[in-house]
């Protein structure tokens, strides 16, 4: 029974129950206004509370609906007919009353709710607005400028700034539905305050709403959604109600077909499948109560503080005392940095801090349940980390890596034990980036590759399972972004114009600026390792950039030459003449944004069909989750995959085929042959 009406007394309470977030699907929506109906024709119904079984109120539309036709009765007739009933609502709240589920809320006249629960608009993060009236009601009941805030950025409120806001009418201390009631029942012999339909929006001051487009528009970058979600609340301020219902309507359902919320949508749903992925289905995790991290540098202290925000213990190894100091005060700077910026407070920061403490003796780590090693990217030293983790941890410990490129079960091939070891791929800054790559050896137990999981909603990361190769998903598909980049210089363009091309892609940087800003001595190193494995790397101008010791930013000169104390990038002539040397030779052709997005993205994808025929990775989604939260591929554009299957697979063959035929790209695999063949990668059984 998805709806259930009980009586306590002259009060009705009306239970949604449509695990696992009561989200509104068809169902729903008609039993809830049939509910709706049937009270208000009761004459012993004085009023109604509207709570929700399991673990949250009504999260929203049923997102599993949106690519299907909208069936009635429709979301926004039912919120009005709650908000038209003849006797008064309470929506009692516990969890998340998000999208849809607030809106049912505002037509309610009364809200309550438990302390820990939280209401908000998150539409925009799925690439649309509120398509019930949430734009419409929400500046009626909190003014505009809450309004915009909330629906521009879908960041949920909590329960007790919402009460102080005046979005929430009673916070209920103990029992959630006995607490409604008794309020219900209270508030019956009060006038009733009007619905949020028939109440005015208090004209914001001037200048406001060409404020607020500078904002949201300089926030939203390219995604679509936001500035829509401001442009309806200001619709709700300067037209009556009825008109800015229908206004929101039409943009709700204009943005529900667009790429961009089929994008969002994809990586919502890739989001929640990583986390629970199915092969780990039914395992138990093993406890994680204590870490340590083993390397203070600028993985270890980024990992640390990761484990210190979700409450772990740690202990920081160092190799001496001078190291121990410079770990710490990594550390630190993360904590201080974050109080500066007013993420946590001063007392929080000195809090985390105190929960590390930092030794060379490996003997202190006898009883930690989880030790990451993050020291220098050498095999021979990680080696002798391993052995000595073996020798001082408990046998049931579990042991990982954080390596970038180095093949885990090498590093781990002398332990006791292996089956407790694993590939904890962190992504920096660790304490920062999303991302987490999950990277078992043939070892590895089951259990404990489901802890790695386990670990990674601990520390709120999007988990990615990847394979053993070089660069695990991310990193491989990475060196042909940069090699492909290198192939453009060749061929007549130049860094400013590739980036610039990427940036209006949407990436937050090109290839070349985010070089200069991680360092060409990296992955140099890494080119210098797999060289030595007989491995061949395309990167001819990198290679003679790093050979004049051209770093980037911490060398004062990379791609890009910098001021002292800049960061802006300024072309360099050092570097085109360079690239003009090694272009000799290389047929030239123009290059206009779009063609160098091509000649960046299609390979991208091409090496992403290969990874998922590798098995390096299990989903297509999985490759777009990797590059949307490790490197900064835009979200709105659903991940390369998805990007790649939304512009459509033979457009993109026929595109790489071309791009072949001239040498600057590898030709289209049998996997992306298969996929484009069959209509999606996803389609193409492995
Ligand atoms: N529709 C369908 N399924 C949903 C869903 C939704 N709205 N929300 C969650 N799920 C599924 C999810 O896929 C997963 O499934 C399971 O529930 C648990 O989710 C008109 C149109 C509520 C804070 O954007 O933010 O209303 O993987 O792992 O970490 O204006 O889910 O188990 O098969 O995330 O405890 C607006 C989205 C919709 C809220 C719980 N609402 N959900 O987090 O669990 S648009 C949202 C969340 C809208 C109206 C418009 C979170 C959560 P499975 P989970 P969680
Ligand atoms: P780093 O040079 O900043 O730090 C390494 C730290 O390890 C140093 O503080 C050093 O003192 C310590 N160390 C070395 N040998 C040790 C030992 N035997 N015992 C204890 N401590 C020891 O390096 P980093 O950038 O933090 O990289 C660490 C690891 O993380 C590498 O494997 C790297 O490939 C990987 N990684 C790096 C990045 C990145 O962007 N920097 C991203 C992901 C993974």
Not at 5 to 33: C, F
Not at 277 to 288: F, K, N, V
């Amino acid at each position: 029974m998805t709806i259930k009406i009980e009586h306590r007394g002259e009060i009705a309470v009306v239970t949604v129950d449509n695990p696992p977030v009561n989200a509104l699907s068809q169902v729903v929506r008609q039993g809830l206004l049939e509910a709706a109906k049937a009270l208000d024709a009761d004459p012993s119904v004085k009023a109604i509370v509207l709570t929700c079984a399991g673990r949250t109120f009504i999260a929203g539309a049923d997102v599993g609906e949106f690519g299907k036709p909208p069936m009635p009765p429709q979301l926004p007739d039912l919120v009005s007919r709650i908000e038209r009933a003849a006797k008064p609502w309470v929506a009692a709240i516990h969890g998340s009353a998000l999208g849809g589920g607030f809106e049912v809320a505002l037509g309610c006249r009364f809200r309550v709710a438990v302390p820990s629960a939280s209401v908000g608009l998150p539409e925009v993060r799925l690439g649309i607005v509120p398509g019930a009236g949430g734009t419409v009601r929400l500046p009626r009941l909190a003014g505009v400028e809450s309004a915009v805030d909330m629906v521009t950025t879908g960041t949920p409120l909590g329960a007790r700034k919402a009460h102080v806001a005046g979005l929430i009418h009673s916070l209920i201390e103990d029992d959630l539905v006995t607490g409604a009631v008794s309020f219900a029942r209270s508030i019956l012999d009060r006038p009733l305050p009007d619905a949020l339909c028939d109440r005015p929006v208090a004209v914001p001051p001037v200048g406001f709403w060409e404020a607020a487009e500078r904002t949201v528009s300089a926030r939203a970058k390219r995604e679509e959604a936001p500035l829509k979600a401001l442009a309806c609340v200001r619709r709700a301020a300067e037209t009556d109600f009825a008109a800015a219902i229908a206004f929101e309507r039409e943009t709700f359902l204009t943005l529900r077909g667009s790429a961009q919320a089929a994008a969002l949508r994809h990586v919502f749903f890739a989001e929640r499948a990583a986390t629970r992925p199915p092969e780990l289905a039914g395992l138990t995790p093993c406890m994680i109560r204590s870490a340590a991290v083993i390397g203070g540098g600028t993985m270890g202290a980024g990992i640390a503080a990761a484990l210190r925000d979700a409450g772990l213990p740690v202990i920081l190894v160092e190799r001496d005392d001078g190291a121990i100091e410079r770990g710490l005060a990594n550390v630190r700077a993360i904590f201080d940095g974050a109080a500066k910026r007013g993420r946590i407070s001063a007392d929080v920061a000195a809090e985390r801090m105190a929960g590390i403490t930092a030794t060379t003796d490996y003997a202190a780590l006898a009883d930690v349940d989880l030790t990451i090693e993050a020291v220098f990217e050498d095999l021979d030293v990680k080696r002798d980390v391993f052995a000595r983790l073996a020798d001082n941890c408990r046998e049931d410990a579990i042991l990982a890596t954080n390596t970038s490129y180095l093949d885990p079960a090498r590093i781990a091939e002398r332990i006791r034990r292996p089956e407790r070891f694993l590939g904890l791929h962190f992504f920096s800054p660790a304490h920062v980036m999303k991302l987490l790559e999950i990277v078992p050896t043939k070892a590895t137990a089951p259990e404990v590759l489901a802890t790695g999981f386990s670990l990674a909603r601990m520390l709120n990361k999007i988990p990615v399972r990847a394979g053993i190769c070089d660069g695990f998903i991310g990193n491989r598909i990475l060196k042909i972004t940069r090699a492909q980049a290198e192939r453009l210089l060749l061929s007549g363009a130049t860094p400013t114009a590739v980036d610039a091309a990427m940036r209006a892609f949407g990436l937050p940087m090109g290839p070349f600026e985010a070089q200069d800003l991680g360092g060409l001595d990296i992955a140099a190193f890494q080119r210098k390792a797999a060289r030595a494995r007989g491995e061949a790397c395309f990167a001819p101008i990198a290679d003679r950039l790093c050979a004049i010791e051209r770093y980037g930013q911490k060398s004062g000169g990379g791609w890009y030459d910098y001021e002292p104390g800049d960061r802006t990038p300024r072309p360099s002539e050092a570097v085109a003449a360079v690239i003009a040397e090694e272009a000799q030779g290389s047929p030239r052709r123009d290059w206009d944004e779009d063609a160098i997005a091509d000649c960046i993205l299609w390979p991208m994808v091409n090496e992403g069909a290969r990874i998922l025929a590798d098995g390096i990775a299990l989903r297509p989604s999985d490759v777009d989750l990797v590059k949307i939260h490790g490197y900064g591929f835009p979200r709105w554009r659903g991940g390369p995959m998805h990007h790649a299957e939304a512009h459509g697979l033979d457009a993109v063959v026929e595109t790489l085929r071309g791009l072949a035929g001239e040498g600057l790209a590898e030709p289209p695999c049998d996997r992306l042959l298969e996929a484009a063949r069959r209509g999606g990668f996803s389609e193409v059984r492995r």
